[in-house]
Each structure stands twice: as structure tokens, then as C-alpha cells.
């Protein structure tokens, strides 16, 4: 194993590295260099960091601090955040290949922003609130509180390390929780620098801990931990169904984002221009591997030979290449899995009788001999009963679906999926636009754009693409439980209901 000049990481537990015995290889995958080793973490690494979070949890440093003061100390980790960001790039680029532009934009450029929102959040959360007196049953004053939970775990998928990390950090942290949270095994380079930047920026030891494994035993180990109150985790439906059932066993609280097939409703009077360009945007961003990624294109039959023109024409204006390079517009899959994965689909797509308009598999040239590459492929002739229309292929794959042009139809081709993440409509006629709108099943609608996420505005899925939403201005709460608080203010033991069992003359 060739590691000269590869740097090894490790995972971070009470505020100190932690080696283990065994590493994974971090490979890029542009070219399959190998870029650093990590420290494979075991079910013993998540015991104690477990152990770790619930003693600072319990010492009450952190959960006993004011809002403001848990807000302060989180802004300034945002501040660190925007110090590394170059440093925090270079990671995310090698690790899971986002090009430069993705990651200064998306993977690493939301960082700092989505932090803040949390501090901010922090310093406003409303943690007590008194209740008008209530004279029944018994005269009484009532107070309610919103008290962190504990420990709270998150286990995190590959594709946007670090902002989806701090989708689970920044609300539990500024809720007064302690945090341990699991890294995909094969990007776990940026969540892992920023424990140590949070550190070294003033967040105090054992309040966030980050462990790496593997899903089957560690992932699994973290979710059932009978000292973790909550499990948050993004990721694959079905692992996410595994969570919840392990989960179960002790009855945690769970928040589910998981997959997507992001249908794009089309009405006749779309911007053809615009749109040509949105749904390549839509399907390619980071190659496809997005969640809430517009990967069905629903398309009236009066334009859709040329909307498929226009869309074939700009694919091919798109350039793949090194994604350290400024100019580069599509960067690799990330493992060599997704690749393989991704190729069986465009086979499956075209043994069901789709057509592919264009790409449909690796793309020539030296440059594209390592690493996983795969051309922007756009299938027309789908029917949306296809498995390419029906499961997840996450890679730059877009489905064109032909239908009649009126919108009732359209809803109900985007209504037909066991996914609800994220839909998008398109038209010039807002109101009819908007109409459309409240029909989608997904937790995220835009009209006119896609790929639009805000820290302010909440974020999650219908159906099978999750359960809770991160984000928005009430992404706190479901890192709290609510306490009821009832103080009697009648202060006689005849206004009381005791007579309901005991007789006043005994
Ligand atoms: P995955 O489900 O394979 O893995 C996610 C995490 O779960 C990894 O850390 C893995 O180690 C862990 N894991 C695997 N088996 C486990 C088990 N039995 N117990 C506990 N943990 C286990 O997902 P992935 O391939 O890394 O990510 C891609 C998926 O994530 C896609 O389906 C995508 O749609 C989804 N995703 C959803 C969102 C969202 O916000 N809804 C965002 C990004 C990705």
C-alpha cells in the first residue's frame, strides 16, 4: 500500500483523535489515487463515544448553558467553518469527487451559512413558555419546556458529507445536546476535519464526537444504543427502514431523509430556453447523486420532441473532466459500486424499450479510463411503470415521460412513485402553476427552478422518502422532548381531586 504523503485520519472522541486497528482507503474517485487512510471505527469506538456524549451530557457544561451563550459558541465555529473552507474543499473534492465548483457552491459552501441559521436559532428558541391559569380540574399554573434529549446520533450517507452532518450538529447542538455522529464509510474526511475546526474554534470536548465504521455493525450499533435518545439519519430508503426498526428496540426518536424520484411537471406553456437548461442542472448537479434530484421529466407530447432537442443539444455542451479544475462541469460517481450500479440501470432502461437521446454509458478518452465515470444520459420512450422510472438510480439520468399535456395527468404520473421528496412544476401561468403545486406529494415543490434549499425553510419527505423534517425555523424541536409542568396554586387539600379515591371522612 502505497501511503507516502497520504495523510491518516482519525476518528474524534472527547475532544482527542482516536486511531483503531484497522483503516479504510480514501480512493478519488476521478482517478483511484489513494488520498488518505481513515481509522475504521468498531461497535467499541461507538460505546464510548456514547459514554463520552452522555457524561458531558450529564455534567450539563453544554445542555446548562443559555441559547445565547450555545449560539455565540456555535457562530464562531461557523466563522472557523468559513476559515477552512479551501482546506474543507480539497477534502470533499478527493473524497467524494464534487467538482470545485459543486463544493465551493454546495457541499462546502453551505456549510458556514446552514451553522449560522442553527446558532442563530439557538440564541431565539423559546425554552419555556407559562400557560394562563387553569381552574380545571384543580386551579393551577402550567408551564411547558422544550429540554435537549440527550444524546443524539446521526448517521450519515456519502453524497453531501459535511452540510448534511451539520443538518444533524447545528439543531441538536443548539438544542443542548450532545452529538455522536457516524461518517459514510467512504467520505468521511470533511466531517472529520470539522470536529477538530469546532474544537479548536471553542466547542467544548465530548459535545461532538465523530466516529467512522461500517453501516452493519457500527451503524447499527449507534442506532440501537439504549443511551442514544434520538437517530437521525440520511440515507437509502431501505436502510432507513432498518433504522427504524433498531431504533425501535428502545423506542428512540427518529428522523428519516432518505431517497427520492423527483418528478419535473411540465405544463405547455413552459419556458423551453430555461427549461432545457433546469432539467440537465436538475439530473447532473453533483452527477445525479442527489436526493431530491429532478430525475422524472413529464413532458406534454405538443413539446416534446423539442424540448428533447434542446436538451440533447445542451448536454453535449457539458464538460467532464478533473473536478479540481475551475472548468470542469461534471465531475466522477463517487465508488466504483454506484458506477456499476448506474451502468446496470441504463442497461435495465434499455432492455425495458426506453431510447436513449443521448449518453448511455462511459464516456471516451484517456482521461476517463480510471475512475467512474458516466456520460449525462437522457432516456426518452419511458413509461413511468419502468424500473428506471420507478427506483433510484442516483446518477445523471434523466427520464423523459411523454403524457397528454393536462396537468391532472402530470399529477398523477409524479403522484406514482413510494417516493415523496422534492417535485418541481413548470409554466408561465403562476396561478396555474401554484394549483399544481398543491397537488404534488413532496416535501419540497418548486415552481420555475429545483435544487433550491434554504436553512430557513424546512426540509423532508412524503411517503417513503422519510419521516421529520431538518431545517426551517422549527428544526430544533425535534432534537427536544416537551416537558408539562403543573403547579398546583389552590394550596388546600379539599380543592384538590383526591376525593376521586379517597373518602374526606377517613
Ligand atoms: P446508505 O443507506 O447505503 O448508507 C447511509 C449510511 O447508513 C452510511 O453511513 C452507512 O454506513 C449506514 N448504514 C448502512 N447500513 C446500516 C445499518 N444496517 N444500520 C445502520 N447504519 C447503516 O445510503 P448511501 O448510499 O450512502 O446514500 C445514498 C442514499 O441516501 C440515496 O438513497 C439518497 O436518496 C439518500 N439521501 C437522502 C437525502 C435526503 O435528505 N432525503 C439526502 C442525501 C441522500
Redesign the pocket.
Known amino acids: 500500500m502505497a501511503t507516502v504523503g497520504v495523510q491518516h485520519h482519525q476518528m474524534f472522541i472527547g475532544g482527542e483523535g482516536k486511531d483503531a486497528a484497522e483503516r479504510y482507503e480514501i480512493r478519488n474517485p476521478a482517478n483511484e489515487e489513494l488520498v488518505a487512510t481513515v481509522a475504521k471505527g468498531t461497535v467499541e469506538d461507538v460505546d464510548q463515544a456514547v459514554a463520552v456524549a452522555k457524561r458531558t451530557f450529564e455534567r450539563g457544561g453544554w445542555s446548562g448553558m443559555t441559547g445565547e451563550d450555545r449560539g455565540a459558541v456555535l457562530l464562531r465555529v461557523a466563522e472557523a467553518v468559513s476559515e477552512h473552507v479551501e482546506e474543507l474543499i480539497e477534502l470533499e473534492i478527493a473524497a467524494n469527487g464534487a467538482t470545485v465548483r459543486q463544493a465551493g457552491g454546495f457541499h462546502i459552501g453551505l456549510a458556514a451559512p446552514h451553522l449560522t441559521y442553527f446558532a442563530e436559532l439557538a440564541a431565539k428558541q423559546e425554552r419555556e413558555r407559562g400557560i394562563a391559569t387553569a381552574p380545571y380540574p384543580t386551579i393551577s399554573q402550567n408551564v411547558l419546556r422544550r429540554e435537549p434529549i440527550g444524546v443524539c446520533a446521526g448517521?450519515?450517507?456519502?453524497?453531501?458529507p459535511l452540510v448534511?452532518a451539520l443538518w444533524k450538529i447545528g439543531p441538536a447542538l443548539a438544542a443542548g445536546n450532545t452529538v455522536v455522529i457516524?461518517?459514510?464509510?467512504k467520505t468521511p474526511l470533511s466531517t472529520l476535519a470539522f470536529a477538530r475546526i469546532a474544537h479548536e474554534a471553542g466547542l467544548p470536548a465530548g459535545v461532538l464526537n465523530v466516529i467512522t465504521?461500517?453501516?452493519?455493525d457500527?451503524?447499527?450499533r449507534?442506532?440501537s444504543h439504549p443511551d442514544v435518545g434520538k437517530v437521525a439519519?440520511?440515507?437509502?430508503?431501505?436502510?432507513?427502514r432498518?433504522?427504524m426498526r433498531?431504533a425501535s428496540q428502545t423506542v428512540k426518536k427518529v428522523s428519516l431523509?432518505?431517497?427520492?424520484k423527483g418528478a419535473a411537471v411540465v405544463l405547455e406553456d413552459a419556458d423551453l430556453e430555461t427549461l432545457a437548461d433546469a432539467a440537465l442542472f436538475g439530473c447532473c448537479l453533483y452527477s445525479g447523486?442527489?436526493?431530491?434530484s429532478i430525475t422524472r421529466l413529464v413532458v406534454p407530447e405538443s413539446i416534446h420532441d423539442e424540448l428533447v432537442e434542446r436538451i440533447v443539444r445542451r448536454a453535449a455542451t457539458i464538460r467532464l473532466g478533473d473536478p479540481a479544475d475551475f472548468d470542469t462541469d461534471l465531475g466522477p460517481v463517487v465508488s466504483a459500486e454506484q458506477h456499476e450500479r448506474i451502468l446496470s440501470y441504463l442497461e435495465i432502461g434499455r432492455a425495458e424499450g426506453a431510447t436513449v437521446a443521448t449518453g448511455g454509458g462511459v464516456p471516451e478518452g484517456a482521461a476517463f479510463e480510471r475512475g467512474f465515470w458516466i456520460e449525462p444520459t437522457v432516456f426518452v420512450d419511458v413509461t413511468n411503470d419502468m424500473r428506471i422510472a420507478r427506483e433510484?438510480i442516483?446518477g445523471p439520468v434523466l427520464c423523459v415521460i411523454k403524457y397528454s399535456g393536462d396537468p391532472a395527468e402530470g399529477v398523477a404520473i409524479a403522484n406514482d412513485s413510494i417516493y415523496g421528496?422534492s417535485a418541481s412544476v413548470w409554466s408561465e401561468d403562476y396561478e396555474q402553476a401554484l394549483e399544481v403545486a398543491a397537488k404534488l406529494q413532496a416535501g419540497t415543490v418548486w415552481v420555475n427552478d429545483v435544487h433550491m434549499v434554504d436553512p430557513a425553510l424546512p426540509?423532508?419527505?412524503y411517503k417513503q422518502?422519510?419521516l421529520g423534517r431538518?431545517l426551517g425555523p422549527d428544526a430544533l424541536n425535534e432534537y427536544t422532548e416537551v416537558k408539562h409542568v403543573h403547579i398546583d396554586l389552590s394550596r388546600k387539600r379539599e380543592a384538590r381531586a383526591y376525593d376521586m379515591v379517597l373518602s374526606s371522612d377517613a
Not at 155 to 160: M, Q, R, S, T, V
Not at 257 to 260: I, K, N, Q
Not at 289 to 292: G, I, L, N, T, V
Open positions: 448517521i450519515l450517507p456519502w453524497n453531501f448534511l457516524k461518517t459514510d464509510e465504521g461500517d453501516g452493519e457500527v451503524g447499527a449507534l442506532a439519519f440520511t440515507g437509502s430508503t431501505a436502510v432507513g432498518e433504522i433498531l431523509e432518505l431517497g427520492g447523486q442527489m436526493c431530491e433510484e442516483f421528496l426540509f423532508g419527505g422518502s422519510g431538518e
